[in-house]
């Protein structure tokens, strides 16, 4: 289960995914999605995630990474580049990706 | 219910807010933050809002917006800083705020 990142001082990298499912196969999805959760978390250069999905609304999941360099070779891992392709052609109705530099970050765990 | 926001070409800026809850004043919450989501609607210089809570983890929220200049007024709206005080206060045992220049977008809806 994701939960708040401990990120570096800023800057970083962050990528912004939302995605509004389809009702098709959701163990596939469910499986996949964690299973993509530990592998980002093994990539050069990964520095956290915090994920969470609504019942009947979107889910937004933000990943932080050190460099666009990073999140580049995240985008073309094998595994990570065919969990792509399903999802757009199964999982998901509509996604929006967005690649965002945190200039400033505070909190409680920060 | 937030869905996928539709934002203008990048850049803009991200607001992205983690945050855990207590098990305090469930109905309180949530009605704040309906009302936080109307009124950041209404601000000037916003473009957005994508949010997800997990049952059992932490709640993801992303606001976009056009300029930091706008994210600051947001910050101290009066309505929305007795919001973050009862947030800290009460509603959240951890949060994290990460402001973010989005660099670059794409994805089915945007």
């Known amino acids: 289960m994701s939960q708040i990142s401990r990120t ?28 993509m959760e530990e592998l980002a978390a093994q990539q050069p250069g ?34 990570h580049l065919a969990a792509q392709e399903r999802g757009k052609s199964t999982w998901y109705q509509a996604y929006a990706v967005r690649i965002a530099k945190v200039e400033r970050a505070y909190g409680t765990e920060i």
Request: net charge negative; glycine share 6%.
């Open 8 to 35: 570096p001082d800023a800057p970083y990298y962050a990528v912004i995914f939302t995605s509004r499912r389809t009702d098709t196969d959701p163990e596939g999805y469910e499986k996949t999605a964690r299973r």
């Open 46 to 79: 990964f520095l956290g995630l915090e994920s969470a999905r609504n019942m009947d609304g979107p889910g937004v999941t933000v990943s932080y990474w050190e460099s666009l360099e990073a999140i580049r070779m995240w985008k073309v891992q094998v595994e």
